[in-house]
């Protein structure tokens, strides 16, 4: 089943519309280091306690005491880190300092999964972003990776993420393809364009935040409101999709369950001695065969 993942989730109110909305993640913000401790906020993420529901929080800063802090007070399923990574011009900076922060945060709360987001540009920019090699170097402390937008500009210094726009989806499709977690897209990602992308990038889910926002009189998204009409939309465009994917791989499993007790057929058939060469040709066609198809196949496992 497809994860559909909502951020900016502050009120238990909203987080209740999200969960009869159908979402399964409901992701949260702390803004401030100085005033992580909110008791609204801590019941809306024990809402999910007992739930199929999962809850994911992001913190907007680094402080290590003050994030163990929160992870004490919330106990949140999942703590959601999306720092850029970067410099301004795309360079790795620092990795390992992140690196050895989410290892600690790991072994401080194994009991807490970690969601790491791994930026990626837009298309056509930055033809030599990093993104597969940080997510080499986090994938064995993560257990899940978001996709997001990185821009030189990011709304939030140091962060990726709410910029409403589209990442790359070349470069995403080659995460799923690499990673052994699941991966999450996320960057701009509307009712109206979530279909297509996860098609395109047969992605374990899709997140949501900027485009699942009410706007105001300039049609400018308004932080922290969400429309849950579009939220509703949102759900329902994920699980025509997810239907859909279910049933293609349906039907390639189906084939190549038939390729493969045809391949077992051929050998039984072979004669003992005198083997032709056309009897081998056909042996190995058929076994090419199902191996692009499983490869076909395995592309699903995450969904």
Not at 51 to 68: A, E, G, N, Q
Not at 104 to 120: A, D, L, M
Not at 121 to 140: H, I, N, T, V, Y
Not at 249 to 265: G, I, M, N, P, T
Request: glycine residues 6%.
């Amino acid at each position: 089943m497809m994860i559909v993942q909502i951020y900016e989730i502050q009120t238990p109110q909203e987080a209740e519309k999200c969960i009869e909305a159908g979402v399964d993640h409901l992701g949260s913000v702390i803004l401030s280091q100085d005033k992580w401790r909110l008791p609204l906020l801590r019941e809306t993420v024990m809402l999910t306690e007992g739930t199929l529901h999962k809850s994911s929080m992001i913190p907007l800063f680094r402080d290590l005491d003050t994030v163990c802090r929160v992870l004490d007070y919330y106990r949140p399923d999942y703590i959601h880190f999306c720092d850029a990574l970067t410099d301004v011009n795309g360079k790795i900076a620092g990795l390992e300092k992140f690196v050895e922060f989410q290892e600690t945060v790991k072994e401080k709360f194994p009991e807490i999964g970690i969601i790491r987001s791994i930026p990626i540009p837009r298309k056509g920019e930055a033809p030599d972003f990093p993104s597969l090699q940080m997510a080499e170097a986090f994938e064995p402390l993560s257990d899940v990776f978001l996709t997001d937008t990185w821009r030189e500009d990011a709304p939030v210094e140091g962060f990726i993420g709410i910029t409403g726009e589209t990442v790359d989806r070349e470069t995403a499709r080659k995460l799923v393809l690499q990673s052994r977690i699941p991966v999450v897209l996320a960057g701009g990602l509307s009712p109206e364009n979530v279909q297509d992308a996860l098609t395109s990038v047969m992605a374990a889910g899709a997140d949501s935040c900027t485009l699942t926002n009410r706007v105001d009189h300039s049609g400018s998204p308004i932080r922290f409101e969400k429309d849950f009409g579009k939220v509703g939309d949102f759900v329902k465009a994920v699980r025509e999709v997810e239907a859909l994917l279910l049933e293609e791989k349906e039907e390639k499993s189906a084939h190549l369950a038939s390729l493969r007790e045809a391949l077992l057929d051929r050998e039984k058939a072979l004669p003992a001695h005198s083997v032709r060469p056309h009897q081998l040709l056909a042996i190995e066609a058929l076994e090419d065969e199902i191996e692009a198809l499983e490869k076909e196949v395995s592309r699903f496992n995450m969904i």
